[in-house]
């Protein structure tokens, strides 16, 4: 596609229950992250993929969160047994090779958990 | 650590107005230093960068130096418009320590009124 798409962009869960979010980057990027907004914390790092390694997972906020990132090009984060402190917009940003080349955002998913 | 410090918002001004977003930062190795501004409703988009010391990033009107020995990347505009209002993150990528993700501060909420 033409940008980094992320699905889905909101998503209402109920505490305790697992969700997944989706990030399809531009086609070719080798380099994909994903960060956290949330309301007064501004945006945090979670982990970054080159290819479908990752380097670094040391934004991870807790074991409840995972990723993966297959065929180089679609990745998932996975959250489980969510508590409402995960509630935030979780967004997806793709670049070439790295950061030495722009990074490119999604729209971010909304997530609430309720 | 990592660390990016920004001005708390919101900043309001008029339309015409000179625009500063005081901006510095903390990094172990040599970092590139980027600001990405959020417009209403979209997603995160790259308005200009700095890889190295006295480096002048420009995009749209708006400017900001690369200051070593003040560990600043100030962000400005000579002439504001309404259509400038958004969120306004600086960041840095530090290429040095490893970890090629972007530290963010917490934004800037910019209001422009005509």
């Known amino acids: 596609g033409a940008g980094v798409s992320q699905s889905p962009s909101n998503k209402v869960t109920e505490k305790g229950k697992d969700v997944e979010l989706r990030c399809d980057p531009i086609?070719?990027?080798?380099?994909l992250y994903w960060y956290r907004q949330s309301l007064g914390q501004g945006l945090e790092f979670l982990i970054y993929?080159?290819?479908?390694?990752?380097?670094?997972k040391s934004g991870l906020p807790s074991d409840r969160f995972s990723a993966e990132r297959t065929g180089g090009s679609v990745s998932t984060l996975t959250i489980q047994r969510t508590q409402q402190e995960d509630s935030a917009v979780y967004l997806c940003a793709s670049s070439l090779y790295g950061m030495n080349t722009e990074a490119f955002f999604g729209q971010g998913t909304r997530l609430t958990v309720v | 650590g990592n660390s990016v410090t920004q001005m708390e918002g919101p900043v309001t001004l008029s339309e015409e107005a000179f625009l500063t977003i005081n901006c510095t930062y903390t990094?172990?190795?040599?970092?590139?230093l980027f600001w990405y501004v959020q417009y209403p409703g979209e997603g995160l988009q790259l308005l200009l960068k700095a890889t190295k010391a006295d480096d002048k990033g420009s995009n749209k009107g708006f400017e900001a130096t690369y200051r070593k020995e003040t560990t600043s990347f100030h962000l400005e505009k000579g002439s504001v418009q309404v259509s400038d209002s958004a969120v306004y993150f600086c960041a840095l990528s530090d290429s040095g320590g490893g970890a090629d993700g972007l530290t963010f501060g917490k934004g800037t909420h910019l209001i422009i009124q005509p």
């Open positions: 993929f080159q290819g479908n390694s990752a380097p670094d």
């Open positions: 086609s070719g990027h080798t380099a």
């Open positions: 990094a172990t190795g040599y970092p590139s």
